[in-house]
């Protein structure tokens, strides 16, 4: 079983729809999660870390259930710029070594 | 912000030649460097994380002899992949992280390795 398991995509949504990523974690000594967003060919970029409280950021929220180790990103209103391929993370400590899941592909349509 | 500049970015060599990649933390001391291999279509795996002035840990599979790495200094971090072969192909990526990033994670602009 993989350390860290995302929904399989590609998710091809319309402009201004929500769209919910999900995402399971296997090691109850996780201690630190995030979410990246990886453009094409490009390095990946920190979106927003998740907190237990669940936090949110413009159309962005995040939350995190520790009890089921699950983890969500809902968009809301997407826009064309939000196509990219997004990557939940996990970590175990405070600058230790991060896990990556396999990421989901996001593409929004006009 | 952090940053940090990985060279070069992209590299195409023959087969059975070395090349090296550098990662360097321009304004903070990276006191530990990730090193990590993307395949397409695939996740970031983690080869390998190395500490300032120490030997660095190997995941599980990844060859400690083929892919060198050395990080001899608060700044500058180097993979070395000895003896290249097609397979090897794949995108590369630092992470540093240290105090000046309050152990946030700056990454790398990545290098595409192409042996042919």
């Known amino acids: 079983r993989k350390e860290v398991e995302q929904d399989p995509g590609p998710f091809n949504v319309p402009e201004g729809a929500t769209v919910a990523f999900n995402c399971t974690y296997s090691n109850s000594a996780s201690q630190s999660f995030f979410w990246y967003r990886q453009d094409c060919r490009k390095e990946p970029k920190l979106l927003m870390s998740v907190y237990s409280s669940g936090n949110e950021d413009g159309r962005f929220t995040a939350q995190l259930n520790r009890a089921s180790q699950y983890i969500s990103l809902l968009i809301r209103d997407s826009k064309l710029s939000d196509s990219a391929t997004y990557l939940c993370v996990v970590g175990y400590n405070q600058g230790g070594k991060l896990i990556f899941g396999q990421g989901t592909e996001l593409s929004v349509k006009p | 912000g952090a940053v940090v500049s990985q060279h070069p970015s992209w590299v195409i060599c023959k087969s059975g030649t070395s090349v090296k990649i550098e990662c360097r933390s321009l304004d903070f001391q990276a006191t530990t460097m990730f090193w990590y291999r993307q395949f397409p279509k695939q996740s970031l795996m983690l080869m390998a994380t190395s500490n300032e002035g120490s030997k660095a840990t190997y995941e599980q599979g990844v060859e400690k002899d083929k892919f060198l790495i050395n990080h001899a200094s608060l700044t500058l971090s180097t993979l070395t992949v000895t003896s290249a072969h097609p397979e090897d192909s794949s995108f590369y990526i630092c992470?540093?992280?240290?105090?000046?990033?309050?152990?946030?994670?700056?990454f790398g602009s990545g290098t595409r390795l192409t042996v042919v």
């Open positions: 992470s540093a992280t240290g105090q000046g990033t309050n152990y946030g994670y700056t």
